[in-house]
């Protein structure tokens, strides 16, 4: 059974490594071994590690080599088929199962090699130092997170993501990962060695993840620390080796530049736009400049803004992109012309409709913004660019301050009295519920003018306690969603039409929405919340239309919204379900495809093929891994396996039911493991769950984990289990190079079988075997596999079993032998059913069967999760 090497490397500080082994050793550690590797320490480290005998294993350094070299040294004791782990003695486990989840993330996909993880300072309150980061051609900082700034920790960052590096603090890599890479490259002493290991890997077509679900404590530097210049010496020398190496492939990167013309205060929409396309345009390899259109500064923890604003080159840029409102559009200056507007209005004012010459092409975000641009006389091509959420952020998880008493929270925020139309909500709300209601109304009043709003706003609330007024309430924008997930209701009942990021960040944090059936928001309030009935008005600043919020409808629609008010499991899955179908990385996508077709630029190059472990020159180990849905010959197949010589477990373990007399070849301990693992995620084989609580995984795990490690004596053997379909990409991090065996069957067999054995519906029938079968090739994409088709071993079994031999030992297979024709004879059987007609395939399974009949669903791209 694979392991997994804890590598833990320490120089001196014994009281930091003894801590982090303690927390270490405390953890769930289950199916992995713990190395620290002395790095020629010259405190009391050796004598001290003597206490831990039998629990870790020391590899004793008589000098210190470095970083590289150490954690090489224990790579090298780690064994030819363990995965690694490795791990600065200055960490803190404070989360039990941080391997399994590490393990989860490790497996999810056959091209994932590196894993790392969300790592906190020491500080009380909580400072995320690190979740998955980036290295910058313009200085080679190398930032730990994507803000590049370190935040308070609000629970962003919490979903595994894909990321171009991650510090090897902590790096989780797989074997084949490091069969295909090898070692840390000791050019580097210390510094600049993890991002050049996750960039070689990207170059061989490996991902590195970051795991949001482990968060771990990292004291960092507390081995260096006090070391009058050595770390910084260190730093500087393995810049210049990697620059000397990266440099140059880095701004190779890019394929043209952006100038980004803006804000990041004021207008509260145009700054977050700002704030979250403006990196990943980079990202792109559109290298984004920032240069405001107004005076302001910078928030100086901003590294990302910060570095764009200090970029420069020969102008003009390929595209400038004003984002900003349209007195500021003739300001581009770019070859081609851009600008991401929205108006307040049914029409923009006139002087927008000028500023409009001056461009190429004109984003808005929905069709009404299109319209008010149209009515005005704008005659620039218009397109749409939807804006999603940035889900890293916004979510139903981030920990807000809910209310004590279990009062239904109602959100507002007031930046202009006219537009926002403040009195209006405070008088609805107070129609709409009597003083006992349980309820509150916050109203967080922001902006230049504050003080004066505030004042006006604190005389028409006057005495009544439910209403509050937020005044010099400010936060970090990365803080935002903590205001958000403290209420339950979103109110965005306001005059104007313009776009409130705080909309769609709300519906991703699983709030209620109540906002004007107009503008930008009714459109998210139509589709996603509750649309409030408004008629036309005039903005008498502007003379321009704009909606009045009805006072009827209002109060209706506060009153609908408390009784939706959801609990946490309601509101984790409506904040999913709208952050995946609006999700800001697709935006980011449209718009770089656009601004290159636009300019023109270069295409972005292909990316390398994706790494598979088939592709290593390994053979099989003898672990094979039969999947097949129930009623799919499964168990005919593995009896034939068990004739060839594949070892199938003690006899008495084995089940016998009576829809099979011969006997399943099945494991009745796999078959309890996987019963109490779809059960333990609520599902059943009927019914399977789509999500399992960590716990479930590790428990099925350490159970499946047990007899792997029992049949390992007796290679090559088999376990089979028609549920392993579901559940087989979670014993991956327990496999050392197995071999999926699929078996197939004509669908429409195990469909009438299904529906004759179990008075299943034929639609069920259907979806259940297609479920099964993709989950299926899913789990084993990548990996060593072959197809057994049951259908055709009844019809010629002595052929295909031949073949299936053949195809066994091509894999590096050994110890099988021919038992012989009569056996193979006796044992194979043809059905004695033969299938009916039963319902209709869909035009996908009809695909999927399809894929199945040519052999094409083998293929090392097919059935990618």
């Not at 570095?307 to 200056?333: K, S, T």
């Not at 660019?385 to 139903?396: E, N, Q, S, T």
């Not at 209420?487 to 109540?514: I, Q, S």
């Not at 052929?799 to 053949?806: F, I, P, Q, S, T």
Request: aromatic fraction near 8%; charged fraction near 20%; include cysteine.
């Amino acid at each position: 059974m694979r392991d997994a090497a804890l590598i833990v490397l320490a120089w001196n500080q014994w009281p930091t490594t003894r801590a982090c082994l303690d927390s270490l050793l405390a953890s769930d550690l289950f199916a992995a071994r713990v190395i620290v590797v002395d790095n020629g320490s010259s405190d009391e480290t050796a004598t001290a590690l003597q206490a831990y005998a039998g629990r870790v294993q020391v590899v004793s350094l008589g000098e210190n080599r470095g970083f590289v070299r150490g954690m090489n040294a224990g790579i090298a004791a780690a064994g030819p088929d363990a995965d690694v782990v490795l791990l600065n003695n200055d960490l803190v486990f404070t989360q039990a199962d941080w391997l399994g989840r590490l393990r989860d993330a490790a497996y999810v996909a056959p091209d994932v090699g590196i894993v790392g993880c969300r790592l906190l300072g020491p500080e009380a309150e909580g400072r995320l130092y690190h979740a998955g980061g980036f290295i910058e051609a313009d200085g080679l900082w190398g930032q730990q997170t994507e803000a590049g700034r370190v935040e308070r920790e609000v629970g962003q960052y919490r979903r595994v993501r894909r990321v171009q590096q991650v510090a090897f603090a902590l790096a989780y890599i797989r074997r084949d990962c490091l069969d295909r890479i090898g070692g840390l490259d000791e050019a580097f002493h210390s510094y600049f060695e993890d991002t050049d290991y996750c960039l070689r890997a990207a170059e061989l077509g490996i991902a590195t993840l970051n795991a949001g679900t482990v968060t771990l404590r990292h004291d960092q530097h507390a081995s260096t620390r006090d070391d009058g210049g050595f770390r910084q010496r260190l730093w500087t020398a393995s810049r210049a080796t990697f620059a000397a190496r990266w440099l140059g492939r880095l701004y190779a990167h890019y394929r043209g530049n952006v100038l980004w013309q803006g804000v990041t205060r004021g207008d509260a929409a145009y700054a977050q736009w700002t704030r979250l396309l403006l990196r990943r345009l980079d990202a792109r390899g559109l290298r984004a400049s920032y240069a405001g259109v107004a005076d302001e500064i910078l928030d100086a923890q901003d590294f990302r803004l910060e570095l764009a604003a200090g970029l420069r080159w020969q102008p003009p840029a390929d595209i400038a992109l004003v984002c900003a409102g349209g007195d500021h559009f003739a300001r581009a200056a770019g070859r081609r012309r851009v600008a991401l507007a929205c108006g307040e209005w049914d029409r923009v004012p006139s002087a927008w409709c000028d500023g409009s010459r001056a461009l190429d092409l004109l984003l808005v975000p929905d069709a009404f913004q299109r319209e008010a641009f149209v009515a005005a006389g704008v005659r620039t091509p218009i397109e749409l660019l939807p804006l999603g959420v940035d889900a890293d952020y916004c979510h139903p998880q981030v920990p807000g301050l809910r209310d004590p008493r279990g009062r239904c929270v109602f959100l507002a925020v007031v930046e202009d009295a006219l537009r926002d139309a403040p009195e209006l909500l405070i008088e609805s709300f107070r129609a709409a519920f009597d003083a006992a209601a349980e309820v509150v109304l916050l109203l967080h009043v922001r902006g230049p003018a504050q003080a004066t709003l505030a004042a006006l706003l604190a005389q028409q609330v006057g005495e009544d306690a439910r209403i509050r007024v937020l005044r010099d309430w400010q936060w970090p924008w990365h803080q935002r969603a903590q205001f958000l997930c403290s209420g339950d209701v979103y109110v965005a009942a306001r005059r104007g039409a313009g776009h409130d990021p705080m909309v769609a960040e709300a519906l991703a944090c699983g709030l209620t929405l109540v906002a004007t059936a107009y503008g930008s928001n009714g459109v998210l309030a139509r589709a996603h919340g509750i649309a409030v009935a408004a008629r036309r008005a005039i903005d008498p600043r502007h003379g321009l239309g704009w909606a009045e919020p009805e006072r009827d409808a209002l109060v209706a629609a506060l009153r609908a919204a408390r009784l939706q008010c959801r609990n946490p499991g309601e509101r984790a899955e409506a904040g999913a379900a709208f952050a995946h179908e609006h999700d800001i990385e697709v935006s980011a996508d449209a718009l770089a495809a656009r601004l290159t077709a636009l300019a023109p630029l270069p295409p972005p190059p292909p990316p390398p093929a994706p790494h598979r472990p088939l592709q290593l020159a390994r053979p099989a180990s003898g672990q094979l891994v039969v999947l097949g849905m129930h009623r799919s010959g499964t168990s005919s197949v593995a009896g034939l396996l068990a004739r060839l010589g594949v070892h199938v477990g003690p006899t008495e373990d084995l089940l016998v039911g009576p829809d099979n007399p011969k006997g399943h070849y099945e494991s009745g301990r796999l078959h309890g493991a996987c019963l109490t693992r779809l059960a333990q995620a609520g599902g059943d084989w009927r019914t399977p769950p789509a999500q399992a609580p960590a716990a479930a995984v590790d428990a099925f795990r350490r159970s499946v984990g047990a007899l792997i490690a029992e049949f390992d004596a007796q290679r090559p053997w088999l376990i089979k289990e028609p549920r392993l379909c579901l559940v087989a990409r979670e014993l991956l991090p327990l496999l050392t190079r197995p071999l999926f065996v699929h078996v197939v069957r004509e669908p429409e067999a195990v469909v009438a079988s299904l529906v004759r054995r179990d008075a299943m519906p034929p639609a069920q029938a259907w979806a259940l075997w297609e479920q099964y079968t993709r989950a299926a090739f899913a789990a084993s994409l990548g990996w060593p596999r072959l197809l057994v088709d049951y259908d055709a071993l009844c019809a010629q079994p002595l052929v295909v079993a031949r073949g299936l031999l053949d195809e066994l030992a091509a894999c590096g297979v050994g110890g099988l032998r021919w038992p012989g024709d009569e056996v193979v004879r006796s044992w194979i059987e043809a059905p004695t059913h033969r299938p009916q007609a039963v319902g209709a395939a869909t035009p996908a399974q009809r695909a999927l069967q399809a894929a199945i009949a040519d052999r094409s669903i083998l293929a090392a791209t097919a059935g990618a999760p």
